[in-house]
């Protein structure tokens, strides 16, 4: 089913997939042991794999799809570095060194991140082009304007008011209250950026499986026995890297990770005057809604590509894009005309504590629960996790301090999840 604001040749695809085909599952054979066993290869399992390989352990990386096909190839491409908690929140709950040493690592990890991408001359439209946070409302303005005062000592970064009579300068649109400019911020094409791990992780000696999902795992002597579509493995060390698309195979991860539905859409292609007006200096974007809309132009600078969350239970994508065109349209209301190539979904995951969490529960060694900024922090923390591994001093991470929580009644089904949203939608309503 298609509309009529949907183009000729619209897909049911992540743009993405488009520059960077999905890979052909070969019809490879599981090898019947390995020192690792990496369950899930987006960009967590890729960059532990890398590390593991890299330093000559036999590195199985395998998916229950095609290589990548999870939240790693099908993402917004922004890049930010930051987590959701603010130093005040944090400092309550762990004191003030450990609030400073969370947000100041994750904020060094995408001066790794880019440094990483630089190195490795990764062809993935890598971009320092900073974000622009824009304010939904007046309040909303001013507390962007307090925060850039007032940012706590040791961690200040550049941050740049834009009163709403200038936020032309940023965004052709009226829908906003003025933002803030966060210049480190960055932007990429995600699935080029995987499809470049895929390449390193090859030339450094791990074996990446596709269509072979895991679907049980029992211990085994010192090491795991792991049962999947393709056969049995032996491992010596386990990986779980799966994210939001954790399922019933590890209960412990399930039940801590809280998969939610992040829904985008691509226009076609526009003249260049067109879109670039849209947002002059091609920054990427987000608003200062609980239930947040993001935005950014293509590398090619042609396409809009816009995200959110526009339904209150988990949607088909199909459904949900009228009310996400509509989304978009309030904020651009010029774009009327301008039909739509695409739209899909992907599942990210949110922890109850919203910070991303590292470490070891019954010998199985995991990262996950990203809370949407997984471009820096998973490739991040899943190189971290690899080095830790390996047992090197690099590894040390403040995000294998905090407890992992979980909840009373919640086994990985969010039940909760569509209650939340109506809530959020309401708060940001009046705020
Ligand atoms: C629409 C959307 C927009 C986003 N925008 C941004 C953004 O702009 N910036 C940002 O930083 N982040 C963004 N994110 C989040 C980001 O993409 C993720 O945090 C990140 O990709 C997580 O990487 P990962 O490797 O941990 O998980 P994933 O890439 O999701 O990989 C998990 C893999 O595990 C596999 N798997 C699951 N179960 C099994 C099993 N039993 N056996 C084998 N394999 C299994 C899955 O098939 C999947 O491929 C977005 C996500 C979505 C969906």
Known sequence: MTYSFCSDDFALNPYWWDKTPRPEVEDQALPGSTDVLVIGSGYTGMHCALQTAGA?????VIDAQDL?????????????????PDFDQLSRRYGNAEAHALISEARNALDWLGGFVDEQGLDCDYQRNGRFVAAHSARQFDKLVASVQHQPAGLEQSLRIVEPQNQSSEIDSVYYHGGMVVDRHCSLDPAKYHAGLVELARASGAELIGNCAATNIERDGSGFRVTTARGVIQTRELVIATNGYSGTLAPWQQCRVIPIGSYMLATEPMALERSAKLMPQHRVFSDTRKIVVYFRLSPDGRSLLFGGRVSVFESDPVKSLPALRQEMLRIFPQLEDVRISHTWMGFVAYTFDELPHLGQQDGIHYAMGYCGSGICLASYLGHRLGQQMLGLEEGATAFDKPRFQTRPLYSGKPWFLAPSVRYYQMVDRFS
């Open 68 to 84: 990548g096909w999870g939240c790693s190839t099908r993402n917004g491409g922004q890049i930010s570095g930051e987590i959701k």
């Open 56 to 60: 000559g352990r036999q590195t199985t």
